[in-house]
């Protein structure tokens, strides 16, 4: 029944920032652990980033450590991806995912929810 529904993606060039949000449509938002992944063409779905319930636990790949940011606002039931400095290798299709009971993970079995994903083009 939770719904997630991401924006902000976009066409930028090498250097440049986004921000993705993703929106839940859910009553419990605070208790879901949230996570963002990523999925380039002909590859596998990657772990980018994942936040706590209550806004701990965050933890990234080496691959965007010290370029991407995570945050989320309850309030909003919504999370947030801060994407700078991207790189061509950033380029994919960028989707939010909830865990309902708070687990905090890399993994994308551990998600119960999913948004549609938005597109994230980064061009050199």
């Known amino acids: 029944q939770v719904q997630l529904v991401e924006s902000g993606g976009g066409s930028v060039q090498a250097g440049d920032s986004l921000r993705l949000s993703c929106v839940a449509s859910?009553?419990?938002?605070?208790?879901?652990?949230m996570g963002w992944f990523r999925q380039a063409p002909g590859k596998e779905r990657e772990f980018v980033a994942a936040i706590g319930g209550s806004g701990g636990g965050i933890y990234y790949p080496n691959s965007v450590k010290d370029r991407f940011t995570i945050s989320r606002d309850n309030a909003k039931n919504a999370v947030y991806l801060q994407m700078n400095s991207l790189k061509p290798e950033d380029t994919a299709v960028y989707y939010c995912?909830?865990?309902?009971?708070?687990?905090?993970?890399?993994?994308?079995?551990?998600?119960?929810?999913w948004g549609q994903g938005t597109q994230v083009t980064v061009s050199s």
């Open positions: 995912a909830a865990d309902q009971d708070g687990s905090i993970s890399s993994r994308l079995n551990t998600y119960d929810y």
């Open positions: 859910g009553r419990t938002f605070s208790r879901y652990a």
